[in-house]
């Protein structure tokens, strides 16, 4: 009767402590969703142009677990698997996202050019605008009024640890570099997804806990949770 009631009191204190395990995941789930969400919202790149005239862009990281992206970043994530990038349902496979927006101007002379053409011993000469560099290069039509253009931009995305002082933590940062000179990076935003191991995983056990003799060394297949 006595061991009985020692293994009941170790089945309810196994309880409680399994549940008390849910309930501190539980409570740090929707802080971890409150921040993130905050961070979202708080996210704010930097913007400038270098000693070279390049266009350049900086923005901390948003790092969250899986589950938790899939909830903040809903609508990005389903904007993804529309467009048929190779990512799963609610975003598994996914890394991570980084959107840069930039915006281009220039002021351009176009050159009048001569183009020469002999149709059935007929001399016929072809009249249109046009300009070109290494970056754009358009050509204006004006017989039919068609304008032709394209434009041509690098950027470079670096995502690096960023040191914030002494005895501080780094931070993952993302800095993006235009290199044509006419573009300017109006947006910056990114963020990350952590993929931890598994909550609950079966497996095989040795160690020290609660078995039919009380707590006692033990080997065997169990239930690993992991709270952190």
Do not use: C
């Not at 235009?178 to 056990?205: A, C, D, W, Y």
Request: charged content about 25%.
């Amino acid at each position: 009767m006595r061991n009985q009631l020692i293994k009941i009191q170790w089945v309810v204190i196994a309880a409680l402590l399994i549940l008390g395990i849910f309930k501190v995941h539980a409570l740090k789930r929707d802080r971890d969703l409150s921040q993130t969400a905050l961070a979202k919202e708080q996210q704010s790149a930097t913007f400038w142009k270098d000693e070279t005239g390049k266009a350049r862009a900086e923005v901390t990281a948003v790092k969250t677990e899986k589950q938790i992206a899939k909830e903040v970043y809903e609508s990005e994530i389903d904007s993804l698997r529309k467009q048929n990038i190779g990512i799963g349902r609610n975003g598994k496979g996914l890394n991570s996202v980084t959107n840069v927006t930039t915006e281009t101007r220039d002021s351009v002379i176009l050159k009048t050019v001569y183009d020469t053409l002999v149709v059935n011993n007929t001399i016929k000469v072809n009249e249109t605008l046009q300009y070109s560099d290494k970056w754009t290069q358009f050509r204006y039509d004006p017989k039919t009024n068609g304008l032709n253009y394209s434009y041509t931009d690098s950027l470079s995305i670096v995502n690096f640890d960023k040191k914030q002082g002494f005895l501080k933590p780094r931070v993952t940062t993302v800095q993006v570099v235009s290199h044509n000179p006419n573009s300017t990076i109006t947006g910056l935003t990114q963020f990350e997804v952590e993929h931890k191991p598994k909550r609950m995983q079966f497996g095989l056990q040795a160690g020290y806990g609660i078995t039919n003799n009380g707590l006692s060394p033990y080997a065997g297949v169990g239930l690993t949770i992991r709270i952190w």
